[in-house]
């Protein structure tokens, strides 16, 4: 059975806005980590973020809309926008056809702080008519939905860093009981100054100053992440619904799913890659294929030597088996880690790889570690890719795999 | 649905409630009609429009949580996880360490938490401290928890929660604003039906009785001003209600697939026989009077467990107390019941209980479950005007005893969304 159609994808990331933007910055490897713009990093011993520039929330948009949001639901909103225009979507007569089911990380983070400061600093009275609806984790979900006129069953699911994918995990049940469209992914907006200090009291940023010593998945200097903005939704249609109204284009198939959780500890890694590896298999025997049918795994990346060993023995323990060891980029390596907005950006850096057969390559990736039985990718490689394997981790044990595979249209081989 | 769909039964119970101690306490508390609504004592609300809430006096320590679990865990954490203790012990199951022969399979074990507003109050505390009480602008890190990541991202409550019942299966916080509790338990359902799990520890939580929480609904009038007479303030369905009271606390079910608990010889609660969701696509806070969205969530609940629309004995009411909610709520009921709406019991238990955000969904459901299970509807305190629009049989002021075979709990949150559950009798007979 083919799984739902990936027809339209919208990115708002430190790569760029826009699919193709975000993908050309890929490929030339252009520095999207940066010293840290729009505030004072003196106090945080940490000076580096992927920040989405080149953005103007005003062509996405609404005035009135703008004053009533934080800029995480206007990065939603835009990739929302560009999704739905790469796809040729418009909203169907049945507005429950439609559905938007994101994930959330931070919520509204400088719209809130800027109302607890007022409060605290002048009192109750001067907390505005939005932050109620500005800051909750529904807000970006909330505004859709309103704004595209989407009715269809919506939701919304935190799972930190695995965020992205468990969005398409559960878009995949709305559309089993019904549901033909779902918007997902998710959006991040966590470059202020209070979620900085809360990221960094998990001791995983890392405090380089230099961004070719800071954010190294899978290398022997790895010390941490950098931490970003943004992400990617994406249209997931069923496959008859597509045909019948004509969707132009399909980038690829939801081919399978799998989430586990550690629950070994309330913050430190696990043991073992038990779990990690089990996420995986379980979506591959939900897509139906073996690990030799595999092209490309994007990995979580998550740049801790012990987090990085982790992923890689999980890597080695499904694909461990191949005559060909199995080759694996982490593309977040470019961007820093978005939060919930990075496995979902990963997704549409899959299908772009699919597209074109390119792979991109990790930054920073000079001295790769030890890893038998997989292929890293240092740079960016042409190569054909049919399957692809996305993998996140959200901090305290959230295993997500996802496997995405070229559309074959009917009648073709 | 086919007919080999796998079922979901309810077979543990979890509450930690304003007013009340576990379970049984709550549920002795709103059969009883008495309420836990006051004058806030959290912080000094003097200088608030809304001055009233449903506190619990809630001690972790006090009902088994370690000191490191109460020192790097925000409030919301702490209630789930004492619920989250209280339902499992509750369903009989052994899990995590130590687990016994008949134990779930680990792996086959997940959890859904639902959450409007995380770790608000550690948030808001923590900002406090960094910027010396607002007056700096630029956070001084130094005063700060190292737990603010945990803070920042509520995720950290399904992590908490599986490593807690070494539940390796799917788990996630589900945050939906205030249907955030019934989405969570409509989630963790579709986890035991798609055959992703066995078992679910499904709930949801939420602390907000917080300065910062307080503030912005005073801003929208959305919370009562009648702080005048605290234990009376959530007035439900009746003509004087002027605005919700907010609430905290949390509820966790253990949601089971029907046959695993059957092998074991678990006492069943209920069913959890249909579940919808659907948004209103109208505006974040406002409510058209129509409720053609949660008619629609109602009805399709209804069709996905073959129920009829007279056979629901019981909607337990998202009634929240806000004049166009209830307006809005009983049109969705007349609409989605027809005549059948005229004979059913309807209640909220917000008139007791408070609005606790996401977490009173799941509360809501508890509620709900103990009604069929038990026989007696809890009724809707503090009714005493009726309002011409809101006409329908809202069990005022005293519980009633009455044989419940299929029960429905409704939600509907900001950003417009609209859900229900159906929840059914065991021994309901069917077609």
């Known amino acids: 059975m083919t799984g739902l159609l990936v027809t339209g994808i919208g990115v708002v990331a430190p790569t760029g806005v826009g699919v193709e933007a975000h993908w050309s910055s890929l490929l030339r490897g252009e520095p999207a980590i940066r010293p840290i713009e729009g505030f004072d990093t003196e106090q945080y011993g940490v000076t580096l973020a992927g920040q989405v520039r080149d953005f103007d929330p005003k062509e996405f948009v609404a005035p009135q809309l703008m004053v009533q949001t934080d800029r995480w639901t206007w990065t939603s909103l835009a990739a929302a926008t560009l999704a739905a225009q790469d796809a040729g979507y418009e909203a169907p007569e049945d507005a429950y056809a439609t559905s938007v089911f994101l994930a959330a990380g931070s919520g509204g983070n400088e719209f809130s702080q800027h109302e607890i400061q007022g409060l605290w600093a002048k009192g109750p009275k001067s907390v505005g008519a939005y932050q109620s609806i500005a800051w909750f984790y529904a807000a970006s979900t909330g505004q859709l939905s309103i704004r595209d006129g989407y009715k269809g069953p919506s939701g919304v699911v935190v799972s930190e860093g695995a965020g992205g994918l468990d969005s398409i995990g559960w878009a995949r049940r709305v559309a089993r009981r019904g549901t033909p469209a779902v918007l997902v992914g998710g959006t991040e907006a966590g470059v202020t100054p209070y979620a900085l200090l809360c990221q960094a009291t998990s001791g995983r940023l890392s405090t380089a100053t230099r961004p070719e010593d800071a954010y190294k998945p899978f290398d022997r200097r790895a010390n941490g992440h950098v931490i970003g903005e943004g992400g990617a939704i994406l249209l997931l249609e069923e496959p008859g619904a597509a045909r019948a109204r004509g969707a132009q284009h399909v980038w690829g198939e939801v081919a399978g799913y799998g989430a586990t959780h550690d629950a070994h500890h309330h913050e430190d890694p696990a043991p073992d890659a038990t779990q990690y590896a089990r996420a995986i298999r379980i979506a591959l025997a939900d897509a139906g294929i073996t690990p030799d049918d595999v092209d490309l795994v994007l990995a979580d990346g998550a740049g801790l030597p012990e987090l990085d060993a982790l992923e890689l023995e999980a890597l080695q323990r499904v694909f461990g088996g191949r005559a060909t060891p199995v080759p694996v980029t982490a593309p977040s390596s470019w961007t820093g880690r978005l939060m919930a907005g990075g496995s979902a950006l990963n997704v549409a850096t899959a299908l772009l790889a699919i597209r074109d057969g390119i792979v991109p390559g990790t930054a920073h990736l000079d001295d790769p570690v030890d890893a038998p039985g997989v292929d890293l990718v240092q740079q960016s490689r042409v190569q054909d890719v049919r399957t692809v394997v996305v993998l996140a981790r959200g901090f305290g044990g959230f295993n997500s795999s996802l496997v995405l595979r070229r559309h074959q249209p009917e009648g073709t081989s | 649905m086919s007919a080999d769909r796998r079922r979901v039964v309810i077979t543990g119970i979890g509450v930690v409630a304003p007013g009340s101690m576990g379970r049984e306490g709550f549920w002795d508390m709103i059969t009883a009609g008495r309420t836990a609504t006051r004058r806030i004592t959290f912080f000094d609300p003097s200088r608030f429009r809304s001055q009233v809430a449903a506190e619990v006096d809630f001690d972790g320590r006090k009902l088994g949580l370690t000191a490191h679990e109460v020192h790097r865990n925000d409030r919301f954490v702490q209630m789930a996880m004492v619920a989250a203790d209280e339902a499992v012990a509750d369903s009989g199951l052994t899990l995590g360490a130590g687990g016994a022969d008949d134990a779930p399979d680990p792996d086959r074990v997940g959890v859904t938490l639902g959450s409007a507003v995380g770790a608000t109050m550690r948030l808001e505390n923590e900002y406090v401290a960094v910027s010396d009480a607002g007056t700096h602008w630029l956070v001084d890190p130094r005063y700060a928890s190292r737990f603010l990541h945990q803070a920042l991202v509520p995720s950290c409550g399904a992590t908490e929660l599986a490593v807690r019942f070494g539940a390796h299966g799917p788990a996630t916080v589900v945050s939906t604003g205030c249907t955030s509790g019934i989405d969570a338990v409509g989630y963790g359902a579709q986890l035991i039906e798609d055959g992703d799990a066995d078992v679910v520890i499904a709930g949801a939580s939420d602390a907000p009785i917080s300065p910062i929480s307080m503030a912005c609904f005073d801003t929208i009038r959305a919370t009562t001003a009648n702080n005048a007479d605290p234990e009376h303030a959530s007035k439900p369905f009746d003509a004087r209600r002027d605005g919700f009271v907010m609430g905290e606390g949390a509820a966790v079910l253990v949601l089971e697939e029907l046959g695993h608990a059957r092998q074991r010889g678990a006492e069943v609660y209920c069913e959890v026989s249909g579940y919808a969701n659907r948004c209103n696509a109208f505006h974040m806070t406002g409510l058209r009077p129509d409720g053609i969205e949660m008619a629609e969530a109602i009805g399709l609940a209804l069709d996905q467990g073959r129920i ?86 809202y069990v005022p002021n005293t519980a009633r005893e009455q044989k419940v075979d299929v029960a429905l709990s409704v939600g509907s949150g900001f950003g417009g969304f609209q859900s229900a559950i159906v929840l059914a009798s065991p021994t309901r007979r069917t077609a």
């Open chain 2, 308 to 393: 009829d629309p007279d056979e629901v004995g019981y909607v337990n009411a998202h009634g929240s107390g806000t004049k166009q909610n209830d307006r809005h709520e009983t049109a969705a009921v007349k609409r989605s019941l027809g005549p059948a709406a005229q004979q059913v019991s309807m209640s909220s238990i917000k008139s007791m209980v408070g609005h606790s955000l996401g977490a009173i969904g799941s509360i809501e459901i508890a509620a709900t479950a103990l009604a069929v299970k038990r026989g007696v509807v809890p009724p809707t305190a503090n009714y005493g005007v009726p309002d011409p629009e809101c006409d329908l049989d």
